[in-house]
């Protein structure tokens, strides 16, 4: 299709190519969006729901009998609806509930202030609204700002307009208590429109999101963990970009780290997921009252720790210092093999979740331990190769018989390879250093440093294998966290095939 | 004087406990709210802006004057100032430009579909609203949702409510235009007090905040690199509290690592400072126009890039797998030494960038790398020490001249140590696990399990020390991403002391 589309417009470049254009960047553009609308229909669904919930609530306003009834305080019920209409259905009920209790209580004081108002001489009268306005105005915005009340944000505005709305309009109109009666109907008019809307038209719900979040989590640790482990063995470090540039422009060909990122920044998106589940009644598959949402978040907590380890592992990927490839090459299938069981642990983990599945994940993670293991021996048995010449045997053969798989390189290769390499292990600290360097005395420096970094250079791939196994020791804690939300949640056992 | 409260507390207790301890919770919260606002005195000046400007509207309609211009409509110049009026002076101006051109899109929109309501016919007339209605309020929830256009999410809201008021009410009310202008103005007069009242009255400027809030950082990262690291030399792993546990509360006893964490989180806090102040004017000691805000974001990507590596620090500090303490200490003065050089590099980026100064860094790093070098000899001469004991000599004294200040173990204490601490690293993996590995054949497991668990606790002395080495590599594209900063926003140069 692209091909075709590539024809015409070549085509059409004859006739006239800015027309062409513009007509070719609006059906990009449309592609675009019809591809956004398609990725989460729910986004679709949301738009279509704001639009009947508006229209809903107009007509109450276009039909003459509601409008006679209430009169032009009516207008405030679509204003509700504008402002409560929220994409799930827990954060509608949340700010319903704060724009409810927050009308409710500036009603309440506005009619306490008129009544004291109306008390006072007709001089007095407007002082008193004014001074009261002002405190009002302060003590909502001073509260805001408190942690703990921060949720409750919109609550306080909801008071401080609704407040002043009344008590001034009654200043002027006469009557407060009729105005504040008259608005609270109607604002209790839109906001039953957008609850009702909201629930009754397809709803989106906010546990539903959460779960499907948290199960996305585990899915992109995993992935990530395999690219960066698989980037790391493969790698000959010939090729690297320039690390400032790679951290502006994030790593454009590790889809997989940018979601695991994502992962470590969404526990602002958990909390306030779980923050508006919290609100929604039983629905969908999760049917029991008190659901345990907070545990989604003591989860994603758990598993974020398990990323921050992916982080550090591809901090080492792109280290300015590298172990040597022909390191990296001999442990790579006992690397390759712990990193596929601990993906495959997480994955499986992410799976019973999502499927609200409880099975003993025993045997898995004996099995990622039995692997891991294996790294550990053969990283023990090489040791020698991830230090220094003091005393490094002179033939590098290999003793054991459990990692024969990868013939040894001689230990020439090894060196030359060392050689290699030292120039651009050189490179380091940084140019501008490097300057100042040449005045001290070259002489005497050169040569620890240069061994100094070719250990550390070695200790690389050390580091590398013990983020991995702290890695798989903290899997434990883990599967730990997600058997204590299966009980609590009451996931269905099965037995474990 | 918390002493005399206790005594007073005793006396009252025998009187009446329950109002004794009423008194002293309201006591309590009143200091804790003297504090929030002792803490953070704009919060303070916040809260009464808000006051003054929402009186100063409430006053147009309190006097009798403007109220007859404009009639009841006045009102939503309260509503505008209570929904506007925002913490910072760019968010402000950024919302005000939301509801400015939100208003007057939506006022162009209704006008132009009031009209052809007029042209149809009286019965068709409510039906064209109606589909009008319906159609805003889809596209507007719709493009609210995409990704470029959420943070103009508000304006959106506005265009909906603003647009379904200005028909509505123009359909009942006859005459949408008088209707929609009526309202566009006293918006406006809203917006004008909301934004002087913000710029005159002691402004609080985003930039002002981006400014410290990023020297904050500096600060926190070289704080909690060197708490972590005076606790790993420091620990001798013997109270370790249980880490699912220690990950819940959220480390208590390490308020700079919490610091840090807050640090790494900040991303969208940065981001969103850094859109306000691109809305402010020129202000205080940000004197010149297109001032670099967006650099300030850089810096901060960077900065978090060298926090990861914090981050991974304190993972290996609170790892399962351990070094022995004998050998932690054994590198202790090299370790410190780099790590207080390397702190000291930040904080001094950091009091730069508060200070707007542009001084050279190169001694410093140069000092910093010198240091760190002397880390890596030092592993270097020692990193037999760090393998298992295939070829390790009988005696492991030390050979080098440059870190005898501590005396090295004799080898038996450190073999007698290792099998202390290999009760705790035995009970690595996890609890559940070891009681199905009792099935295994645990004979001929057990040697090679032990010896690799053995190396590798050594091997996390290795990991640590370059993951420190990483950090200080790092420090060099921070020193510049400030370089790159300080020219931009033509910091006032300085020779270096």
């Known amino acids: 299709m692209s091909g075709k589309k590539g024809s015409c417009n070549n085509k059409v470049e004859a006739e006239g190519s800015s027309n062409g254009g513009l007509l070719l960047s609006c059906k990009a ?25 508006v229209l809903l609530v107009s007509l109450l306003i276009l039909i003459r009998a509601p409008y006679e009834t209430f009169g032009t305080n ?25 724009r409810a209790l927050g009308s409710l209580l500036a009603g309440v004081l506005a009619i306490v202030a008129a009544q004291l108002a109306l008390c006072a001489d007709r001089v007095l009268e407007p002082i008193i609204i004014g001074i ?7 003590v909502t915005s001073f509260m805001k700002l408190w942690p703990s009340l921060v949720p409750y944000e919109y609550g306080f505005r909801v008071i401080l307009f609704t407040y002043c709305l009344i008590i001034v309009s009654g200043y002027r109109m006469g009557n407060p208590i ?45 992935d990530s963990l395999e690219e960066c482990v698989k980037k790391y063995v493969e790698d000959d470090g010939l090729d690297h970009p320039e690390f400032s540039k790679t951290v502006m422009d994030e790593f454009p060909d590790e889809p997989a780290y940018r979601r695991c990122r994502t992962t470590l920044n969404s526990s602002a998106k958990l909390d306030s997921l779980a923050q508006s589940a919290k609100w929604e009644p039983p629905h969908g598959r999760f049917k029991h009252f008190f659901y345990p949402w907070s545990e989604y ?29 022909n390191l990296r090459v001999m442990f790579r299938a006992e690397i390759e093999e712990a ?35 294996r790294l550990q021996v053969a990283i023990d048995m090489h040791s020698f190769l991830l230090t220094s010449s003091y005393d490094r045997p002179t033939s590098a053969a290999k003793t054991d018989g459990d990692t024969d798989a990868n013939p040894s390189p001689p230990s020439e290769t090894y ?28 002489g005497n420096l050169l040569v620890p440093r240069m061994r100094a970094l070719e250990s550390t250079a070695a200790l690389s791939l050390a580091t590398f294998t013990s983020l991995l196994i702290e890695f798989v020791a903290r899997l434990g804690h883990l599967v730990d966290a997600v058997e204590e939300l ?11 095939l």
Not at 74 to 98: D, H, P, Q, R
Not at 132 to 138: L, R
Not at 487 to 495: I, T, Y
């Open 415 to 442: 060196h030359e390879m060392m050689r290699k390499t030292s120039k651009r292990l050189y490179s380091w600290p940084s140019r501008e250093v490097d300057a100042y360097e040449e005045e001290a005395a070259v």
């Open 74 to 98: 009516i207008i405030w019920s679509i204003l509700t609806v504008a402002i409560m209409f929220e994409y799930t259905v827990g954060s509608t009920f949340n700010k319903g509930f704060n």
């Open 29 to 53: 553009w449309a592609m675009s969006v019809w591809e956004f609308g398609r990725d989460e229909p729910n986004r679709v669904i949301f738009s279509l729901k704001v639009g009947l919930a």
């Open 132 to 138: 009261s306005i002002f405190i009002v105005g302060t």
């Open 339 to 373: 990193t596929g069981q601990a993906a495959e642990l997480v994955r499986r983990l992410g799976k019973d979740i999502g499927d609200m599945n409880r099975t003993l994940k025993a045997s898995l993670l004996k099995r990622v331990h039995a692997s891991t293991e």
């Open 178 to 222: 009729r105005t504040a009666m008259d608005r609270l109907y109607s604002i209790a008019i839109g906001g039953l429109v957008a609850v009702l809307v909201n629930v009754m038209v397809c709803p989106i719900w906010a546990g539903e999101l959460l779960h499907r979040e948290l199960v996305k989590g585990f899915d992109s640790v995993a």
């Open 297 to 325: 978040v003591k989860v994603g907590a758990v598993l974020r720790y398990c990323a921050y380890e992916v982080m550090a592992l591809h901090g080492v990927l792109h280290s300015e210092i590298q172990a040597p490839y």
């Open 486 to 496: 299966s009980s609590m949640a009451k996931f269905k056992s099965e037995v474990e």
